[in-house]
C-alpha cells in the first residue's frame, strides 16, 4: 500500500495510540506511536513526521512543551491537538503555538483523516517556501554587491552581507525594517514607491547607501503567480550571480 505520509501518535493513553494507529494505519498512513513526550521530541527529531498529533495534557509534560520542542528539531512538521479535557486557555495557547488544527476526543475518524491531508499539504508549502528562501540567501550570499529582497511595503524580507555592511546593522535586526529608513539613517532611492516605479518600468534605481556611496540597482519583480506576495528583487546592475 503506498503510504500517504508519517503521522507520529503522542498520547499517555496507551488506548487512544492503538486505535490511532489501527484506523490510520488501515487509512494508509506510516503511523508511530509514543506515550510520553520526552520519547515523542526523540521520535520526532529521527523520523522528521509529517504531522503530529498530540495530547494537550499529559503526565511527563504539556503537550504545548512538546510541540514548542518538536518545533526546534522539525520546523516543517504540522501539529494537530487533540484532547478530551482541555480549558479554553489551553486551545488559545495551543493555536499560538501554530498547531494545525485543535480536536476534542472522541476523534471522528474522517475528520481526522481529512485534518491530516490538509495539515499535509500546508506542510508541504511550508517546505517549499523554507528551501526556496535557502536557496535565494545562497544565491544573495554569492554576489559581491549588495542585494536586497523587499515586499510590497518597502519591508525587507532578506539581504546579503554586503547590503547589510552598507546599512550599518545585522542582517537579523534590519530584516521586517522598511530598507529607505534601515539601520537608523535615510537611505535615499529604496522607497516602496520608487521601487515599485523602477521595477515597472525596467529603468535602474539610484541609491545612496548612509556612507555616502551610492550606485545604480536593477529591480525584478518577483512577484507570486497573479500578483501575490508581491516582492522586489534589488541588486547592481553589473551584479547578476552565477
Known sequence: ?????????????????????????????????????????????????????????MEDMPGLAVM???????PDTQCIVITGHAPES??????????????????NIALLDLTIRKAMEHAAVKKARRQT??????????IDGPVLLLDSA?????????????????REKLLGEPAGVAGGAEVSGLGPAS??????????????????????????????PNGTSRQYLIRP???HGG
Not at 534605481?205 to 519583480?221: I, P, Q
Open 154 to 170: 518597502g519591508r525587507i524580507v532578506e539581504l546579503n552581507a554586503r547590503a547589510a555592511a552598507l546599512l550599518g546593522a545585522p
Open 237 to 239: 546592475v553589473t551584479e
Open 68 to 74: 514548542t520542542a518538536v518545533a526546534k528539531v522539525c
Open 90 to 107: 489551553s486551545a488559545i495557547a495551543a493555536t499560538t503555538l501554530a498547531a494545525y488544527a485543535y480536536l476534542l476526543k472522541p476523534v
Open 1 to 57: 500500500m503506498n503510504r500517504k505520509g508519517r503521522i507520529l501518535i503522542v498520547d499517555d493513553e496507551k488506548s487512544v495510540c492503538d486505535l490511532l494507529s489501527h484506523e490510520l494505519g488501515q487509512a494508509g498512513y506510516a503511523v508511530a506511536a509514543v506515550t510520553s513526550g520526552r520519547e515523542a521530541i526523540e521520535r520526532a527529531r529521527i523520523e522528521q513526521p509529517d504531522v503530529m498529533l498530540v495530547d494537550l495534557i
Open 195 to 224: 521601487v515599485a516605479e523602477a521595477a515597472a518600468a525596467g529603468c535602474a534605481l539610484r541609491v545612496t547607501w548612509r556612507d555616502g556611496s551610492a550606485g545604480d540597482m536593477e529591480v525584478t519583480d518577483v512577484s507570486g
Open 133 to 142: 528562501g535557502e536557496a535565494l540567501r545562497a544565491l544573495m550570499q554569492r
